[in-house]
């Protein structure tokens, strides 16, 4: 039982290449990925409220929909038989420029490391990182972004059913506690939208951030985050390669196990050919039997969603005049379908002069299902006013 790490060890350290999106972002683009992400600031789909702000903006979590494979392709490289894949963590450093309707990014990306640590999920289980930089199409700086992947043997993740023994049946909700869930989330979806930030000088150490609840996941919650990855779009990607690469690692077999492939010759003449949800490595999230193939139980979320999830929170509290400069998240649980998720945060420390160069609190945030599980744990920096 090991991993065959033959096509892996000589890809270190060098450019990949990966999918590029065709067109640029349109604001239809824009307000499909906030209402995926549940995600209310007006400035991001309210035509006449971002009117005063020069029209609409996207939220910085928008740099993750707009690549390929949901960020992970520079952590996914090298040929693994019989392997899959579930998202292990993001860090993300953002440097102010915004992503606007019309804009196109351009993805740079290297398979940075890899470590192999053996654990109760799989045994032998690879946890890699890649690099992503995200430019526009005026070679300005977006973002930068480190994604770990963590890939096993599916087999033995099917077989030892790490959470198909810990996971209590999907929880039926009463009316009550629906409605608790709902009044919380509804003064969330409330609590930044004037877009008032917070000034550096007013925000103390111990500070509580406002608590936000997603859910009740479903396979519609599921399937409409998927949907908002504009790259799962029939036909809206073309290949690229980085120059100077004999061997670029663009769009060839991870290894995945049978019914996880992509068909790519079909998918020239049939949709769901490239559809993640009917093949391939995506199906497991929407469906309960695929789901217990790679050793996930049942139906659920996805890495990349609850990394945009952490930078959306930390956005919608910094305000109009904040900004989110830097989160590491680190994914210690999916979400599963019938949780909710409840985010809980406050101010760790305070920086006037700061590496950016600007006013810094950090952050401190945590993600837990209803039963106290942690599914992200995460710090980030925040930029906020004078």
């Known amino acids: 039982m090991n991993l065959d790490l033959s096509d ?71 040929y693994i038989p019989g392997s899959h894949l579930i998202f292990g963590g993001e860090e993300w450093w953002f440097y102010g420029t915004p992503i606007r309707p019309g804009d196109k990014l351009l993805q740079e990306r290297r398979f940075h490391d890899y470590k192999i640590t053996d654990t109760k999920f799989a045994g032998p289980t690879m946890f890699s990182r890649g690099d992503t930089v995200h430019r526009n199409q005026h070679g300005s700086l977006v973002a930068r972004e480190r994604s770990t992947a963590i890939r096993y043997l599916a087999a033995e993740a099917e077989k030892r059913g790490m959470y198909a023994d810990q996971l209590a049946p999907v929880k039926k909700w009463t009316a009550t506690e629906l409605n608790e869930v709902e009044k919380l989330r509804h003064e969330w979806l409330l609590s930044g939208r004037d877009g008032v930030s917070p000034h550096f000088d007013e925000v103390n150490v111990g500070d509580v951030l406002p608590r936000r609840v997603l859910g009740p996941h479903s396979i519609a919650s599921f399937t409409t985050e998927y949907r908002a990855f504009l790259f799962n779009i029939w036909g809206t990607f073309g290949w690229t390669a980085p120059p100077g690469i004999e061997d670029p690692w663009i769009n060839q077999d991870p290894g ?70 830097h989160t590491k998240a680190d994914f210690r649980g999916p979400a599963f379908e019938g949780d909710v998720t409840y985010f809980d945060a406050s101010v760790v420390s305070k920086e006037a002069t700061s590496s950016w160069g600007v006013p810094i609190v950090q952050i401190k945030l945590r993600l837990t299902n209803q039963d106290g599980g942690t599914l992200v744990s995460c710090t980030a920096e925040v930029e906020l006013p004078l």
């Open 256 to 325: 995945w196990v049978e019914g996880f492939e992509f068909d790519e010759e079909g998918a020239r003449i049939d949709p769901r050919k490239r559809d993640g949800l009917y093949v391939g490595p995506s199906r497991g999230h929407i469906d309960e039997e695929r789901a217990g193939a790679v050793g996930m139980a049942r139906a659920y979320g996805y890495g990349a969603t609850m990394g945009a999830w952490c930078t959306d929170y930390l956005a919608y509290w910094a305000g109009n005049d904040g900004f989110v400069r």
């Open 8 to 78: 892996v060890d000589h890809r270190v350290g060098k450019p990949v290449g990966g999918g590029q999106l065709w067109d640029p972002c349109s604001k239809s683009d824009v307000r499909r990925w906030v209402m995926a992400m549940d995600y209310p600031n007006p400035r991001h789909w309210d035509e006449e409220y971002a009117e005063q702000f020069g029209g609409l903006v996207a939220p910085q979590s928008m740099a993750v929909a707009l690549d390929y494979g949901h960020g992970a392709q520079p952590a996914c490289v090298g």
